[in-house]
């Protein structure tokens, strides 16, 4: 059995490091935590064998990745899926044969960086924050390019240009879900992206002109995509609210301090 010393060596800010800075004991061990085999009798809670409740470490690290895993790999591939899906249909010839091809390279890529990532902050290694209005801009742009709908980004100055790479993550992998679940369920032809701040709150809005949410799913229904994106609010010191209206659109708004932005 092993417990936990220290923090991962990207330090306190770092995504794991709330379950290591509790000095909680795991399970199983994390990669890039640093962790020590525990001395006799220090964990006599602790068996082998012994069926044990997850510690909060545990948990907060199982959440964590599930988010990985679902914001940047299986909503990737789920695109990709319905993008072969129509190019068989529409049964192009080879010049849109090799577009096709190209678009799905891009996806592809799109899940490495997703992987490499999740793999350097399992890792503690430090992850590059971006540049927050040229990496929207691209993000936005290749949006339009794969489902031809509008796009309009407002106010990218009001923020800080370069994140934390903590903030980064999570913001880019809410806004990612937020535009998948755009061109997977809303039929709009505009989506508009604000970030705006006053009085120490940084405001994200991102609104769709769509069929909003469909009546049967009801205020208290979600899936893991919104329950992702308010857990990555939470984690940011924030909160999400999805706003929705039968044929009115879908909105969602995460207002968070400022300071998170860059710490
Ligand atoms: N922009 C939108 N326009 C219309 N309906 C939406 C929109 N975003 C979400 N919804 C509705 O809310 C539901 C919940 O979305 P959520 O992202 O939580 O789960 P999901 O997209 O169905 O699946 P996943 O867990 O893979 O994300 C969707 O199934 C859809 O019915
Ligand atoms: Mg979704």
Redesign the pocket.
């Known amino acids: 059995m092993w417990i936990i010393l220290g923090c991962p060596r990207g330090g306190p800010g770092h995504p794991l490091a709330a379950s290591v800075v509790e000095g909680e004991r795991v399970g199983v061990s994390q990669p890039g935590v640093v962790l020590k085999r525990a001395e006799p009798g220090h964990l006599q809670s602790v068996r082998p064998g012994a069926r044990q409740r997850p510690s909060s470490a545990e948990v907060y690290v199982r959440q964590w990745l599930a988010r990985e895993l679902?914001d940047g790999v299986a909503q990737v591939l789920t695109g990709m899926v319905m993008e072969i899906e129509q190019v068989k249909a529409e049964q192009t010839g080879r010049r849109g044969a090799q577009e096709a091809l190209d678009s799905l390279q891009a996806s592809t890529r799109n899940v490495l960086a997703s992987v490499r990532q999740t793999l350097l902050t399992l890792r503690g290694e430090p992850t590059l924050g971006p540049n927050l209005d040229e990496w929207l801009q691209a993000l936005l742009d290749r949006f339009h390019a794969e489902t031809g709908i509008e796009t309009r980004l407002l106010g990218a100055d009001s923020w800080p240009a370069q994140l934390s790479a903590h903030a980064s993550i999570n913001l880019s992998r809410i806004v990612e879900?937020a535009l998948h679940?755009?061109r997977?369920?809303?039929g709009a032809q505009l989506v508009l992206v604000s970030l705006s701040e006053a009085d120490g709150v940084a405001r994200l809005y991102l609104r769709?002109d769509?069929?909003?949410?469909?009546e049967v799913?009801g205020p208290a229904w979600?899936?893991?995509?919104?329950?992702g994106m308010k857990e990555r609010a939470l984690i940011l010191g924030g909160e999400l609210r999805v706003e929705?209206g039968f044929g009115d659109g879908?909105a969602i708004e995460l207002r968070l301090p400022v300071g998170m932005l860059t710490s």
């Open positions: 679902h879900e679940n755009v997977l369920h809303s769709d769509g069929r909003g949410r469909k799913d979600q899936g893991l995509g919104t329950l929705s879908t």
